[in-house]
T-cell receptor, first 114, second 111 residues
Framework: DAGVTQSPTHLIKTRGQQVTLRCSPK?????VSWYQQALGQGPQFIFQ???????QRGNFPDRFSGHQFPNYSSELNVNALLLGDSALYLC?????????????FGPGTRLTVT | GDSVTQMEGPVTLSEEAFLTINCTYT??????LFWYVQYPGEGLQLLLK?????DKGSNKGFEATYRKETTSFHLEKGSVQVSDSAVYFC??????????FGQGTRLTINP
């Protein structure tokens, strides 16, 4: 049973550039959430996708956008990168029915902005 | 809004010591409560959960009881091991919404 996978593992970008991070949910899961974890902090909710639509959004600017595909995989896009966007980006998947509250996390993508 | 407060770390203990990491929450309604663990260089792993008042979650020797009267979900283990060294996060969720995390507590166990 494949768990949540994310790519790439690490990424280094320059200020002003754009980045795309990818996530494949756990087998059978249909909902994907993205979190940003700054160094030494707890994860902060960015947004959640279900049925290819953004269902809920945290307090992040419009530079952060996402997409969910018909196979439930998801992308996180960040435009006009700032130094403060350096963080571990975590993807979590869950199932809309059943134990909806239980989210399974991937290993994360470490983004460094220089 | 919803929030979670954890005891500040870092926490350093000797092997076989008793562990308590305090967690309190603020939320409307009846959230589900979780403890996640993060090992160095890795993502988050669900350690245990409780979905209603007085539920006790347990896993790998760790326990936590959902106390609605004190809005708490303290993590305990009777005898810690070096392999328990990690960062522990308390979190809550309402419905299928976002997880709200505490700031994390770094635990180091010395042999």
């Amino acid at each position: 049973d494949a768990g949540v996978t994310q790519s790439p593992t690490h990424l280094i970008k320059t200020r002003g550039q754009q980045v795309t991070l990818r996530c494949s949910p756990k087998s059978g899961h249909d909902t994907v959430s993205w979190y940003q974890q700054a160094l030494g902090q707890g994860p902060q909710f960015i947004f959640q996708y279900y049925e290819e639509e953004e269902r809920q959004r945290g307090n992040f600017p419009d530079r952060f956008s996402g997409h969910q595909f018909p196979n439930y995989s998801s992308e996180l896009n960040v435009n006009a990168l700032l130094l403060g966007d350096s963080a571990l980006y975590l993807c979590a998947s869950s199932l809309e029915t059943g134990q909806r509250y239980e989210q399974y996390f991937g290993p994360g993508t470490r983004l460094t902005v220089t | 809004g919803d929030s979670v407060t954890q005891m500040e770390g870092p926490v350093t203990l000797s092997e076989e010591a008793f562990l308590t990491i305090n967690c309190t929450y603020t939320a409307t309604g009846y959230p589900s409560l979780f403890w996640y663990v993060q090992y160095p260089g890795e993502g988050l792993q669900l350690l245990l959960k409780a979905t209603k008042a007085d539920d006790k979650g347990s896993n790998k020797g760790f326990e936590a009881t959902y106390r609605k009267e004190t809005t708490s979900f303290h993590l305990e283990k009777g005898s810690v091991q070096v392999s328990d060294s990690a960062v522990y996060f308390c979190a809550l969720i309402r419905g299928a919404q976002k997880l709200v995390f505490g700031q994390g507590t770094r635990l180091t166990i010395n042999p």
